[in-house]
């Protein structure tokens, strides 16, 4: 059962076991509706019991389950003719994000998400979804490209982090961040963004501030790692655990810290279980969001867009 | 910031803050050469070294002593403060870290914030402070930022930020993260509307900090051999397992990479702001667009 978490597998034993049965009894042609029963309803009990009352840690692992649906999945689901644009026109084309456009429901869009790899071969490719520079200028870009023509942009969130490294650093990485959320913050037409898997940092922020921002609910968006926070604050990376609890880091959070506008459910078990359900989830959400956003001219949207911002944070004044 | 007026701030009983931060006494080993420098010298060149130019970290009222025309400075936003949104606990409670870096800067957040001329130019002026929980920016500072940058789009005026900081503030958890999209944001108005920004960056600017407002000056301007970047070299080196280069990360390395556009010795420093000031604000924006204006209307 490789590619499947400690926590999930006393579960996926149990509906083995039950598909062995049923296929076996179907063979012999017996009667085991009894023991099928049994059986069925004690799965039912322990998913209850397994995803009844996840962990921050353990959310965190579905967030980075190897099974999740990645953004081009969510691209093939929503049925997007999707037409990939390459490259930042200054240094190369960074796998790591994705970008182009096509058509949802019949209205022309801009999609962009970070993309992570299945296997290793892929992953070394997209760089395991974590930017260079160069893949925020290509998202800047492409999303510049959609709203000099009106089209909305969808953004999907899914990286651990942008990339710390040498060529990363000299072709000016925080740059490259910092003007995507000054120029996303201003670009004249809808933007929805969804956080799929992991939301790391300011590389997910890099291509994370639109007009709704939504998750799924077993993924997670933070300020920084739980192993990174534990290891600095607690100095012991495999405190993790503890430092996910501390950061308050999963969708149930952030809508309680009024930082996202909407929780996507996913079906029980995480989106990897029904990839295609959590696809139907995601692109309900996404039509709804953009048919509301669509009702508005560009300057209440970017005026709106600056509030939304503006209204995040707690402090005191004294 | 001369001699005179330092010692008329402290007749005036103003606290020196950075008296707690150098012991007492008459010379002080330098961290870059490892000379011994006097103390009266070390002031006289505002904090840096004449052996080998090393710049000390200072404290944001001495850049501010240092950037504003004496007396003109008024603090804005300094009302605003932490709380503990997600009473987070490491090691120790943030609730007591805050009230411990209360305690030792004597200011309630890791931003000055307040309006001052420097060379006759009124400029809003927002100056991070490091001894203030590393710099680190939590709600306060993206609150106080964003309300000054809006303050400089009401008073027409230019905003400069001074950054030194170790990034965002973890123990703010995702506000801490959303800062930097409501810094950035606001910063684009004041683009919009015309007005300048200049971003000083000092030692060090990294993390979340180095990746929105102070990466988003019209001029950037970084002090000598401060450490800059999005990444810490610590982490890059864990993650890469390779050595890092030579000067990597540094004022000079960044310059030379295209990512900052001078590198200015502080005794110079407010001259070449004043200079940046006087060059892109003398009648600036309304010029500007009785310019395009006067553009529109001839058909151009
Ligand atoms: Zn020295």
Redesign the pocket.
């Known amino acids: 059962m490789a590619g499947w978490l400690e926590f999930e597998k006393p579960l996926l034993e149990l509906e083995q076991r039950i598909d062995e049965l049923r296929s076996f009894a179907d063979d012999q042609n017996l009667d085991v509706a009894k023991e099928l029963a049994r059986l069925e309803s004690k799965a039912e009990d322990l998913r209850k019991q397994i995803y009844g009352k996840l962990t921050r840690w353990q959310v965190t692992q579905i967030a980075r389950h190897p099974r999740r649906p990645y953004t081009l999945d969510y691209v093939r689901m929503l049925g997007i003719d999707f037409t990939e644009l390459h490259g930042d026109r200054r240094f190369r084309d960074d796998e790591a994000i994705v970008a182009g456009f096509g058509h949802l429901n019949s209205r022309k869009v801009v999609i962009v998400g970070h993309q992570k790899g299945r296997d290793t071969k892929q992953n070394i490719q997209r760089n395991f979804g974590m930017a260079h520079p160069e893949g925020y200028r290509k998202a800047l870009r492409v999303m510049k490209l959609g709203a000099k023509f009106g089209r909305p942009i969808i953004t999907f969130v899914d990286t651990p982090g942008a990339w710390p490294g040498i060529g990363a650093e000299e072709r000016g990485q925080a740059e490259a961040i910092a003007v995507n959320l000054f120029e996303m913050s201003h670009l004249p037409v809808p933007i929805v963004i969804v956080v799929i898997g992991e939301g790391g940092s300011g590389g997910a922020l890099g291509i994370g501030v639109g007009d709704r921002v939504l998750m799924l609910e077993y993924s997670i968006y933070s300020v920084i790692s739980p192993e990174g926070c534990a290891s600095i604050l607690f100095r012991d990376a495999a405190r993790a655990s503890q430092a996910a609890d501390a950061m308050k880091i999963t969708a149930k959070d952030l809508s309680e810290l009024g930082v996202i506008d909407e929780t996507v459910p996913e079906p029980p078990g995480g989106a990897h279980r029904d990839p295609e359900a959590a696809g139907r989830a995601v692109g309900e959400a996404i039509e709804r969001h953009l048919s509301e956003l669509e009702q508005m001219g560009s300057v209440e949207l970017v005026r709106k867009r600056l509030a939304k911002f503006m209204a995040m944070g707690e402090f005191k004044e004294v | 910031m001369d001699q005179v007026s330092w010692l008329k701030r402290r007749k005036r009983g103003i606290k020196d803050s950075k008296k707690r931060e150098m012991p007492d006494g008459l010379w002080r080993k330098?961290?870059?050469?490892?000379?011994i420098?006097y103390h009266k010298e070390l002031e006289r060149n505002l904090w840096t070294?004449?052996?080998?130019?090393?710049h000390f970290r200072l404290q944001a009222n001495q850049y501010r002593d240092i950037l504003v025309d004496p007396g003109s400075f008024v603090e804005l936003l300094s009302g605003i403060e932490s709380t503990d949104p997600l009473e987070f606990v490491d090691s120790k409670k943030y609730s007591d870290r805050l009230t411990a870096a209360k305690k030792k800067t004597g200011h309630n957040s890791a931003v000055l914030t307040g309006s001052g001329r420097l060379g006759g130019h009124l400029a809003m002026l927002a100056l991070l402070d490091f001894g203030f929980l590393g710099g680190s920016m939590g709600s306060v500072m993206g609150e106080k930022i964003a309300r000054l940058t809006r303050m400089a789009i009401e008073e027409r005026v230019p905003l400069i930020t001074l950054s030194s900081t170790g990034g965002a503030r973890m123990q703010e958890g995702i506000l801490s993260l959303m800062q930097m999209a409501k810094t950035s944001a606001m910063l684009a108005r004041l683009h919009d509307e015309g007005l300048l920004h200049v971003a000083i960056q000092a030692h060090p600017t990294t993390g979340g900090v180095t990746a929105s407002f102070a990466s988003l000056g019209d001029v950037i301007i970084a002090e000598p051999g401060a450490l800059i970047g999005f990444a810490g070299p610590r982490v890059i080196q864990q993650t890469i397992r390779e050595d890092l280069p030579e000067g990597f990360q540094r004022s000079e390395f960044l310059m030379e990479h295209g990512m900052i556009d001078i590198v200015v010795h502080r005794k110079e420093l407010k001259d070449v702001v004043v200079k940046v000031l006087d060059f892109f604000t003398n009648d600036g924006p309304d010029r500007a667009e009785d310019t395009l204006g006067q553009a529109r209307k001839q058909g151009l």
């Open positions: 330098c961290e870059g050469c490892g000379e420098v070294c004449n052996k080998c130019g090393y």
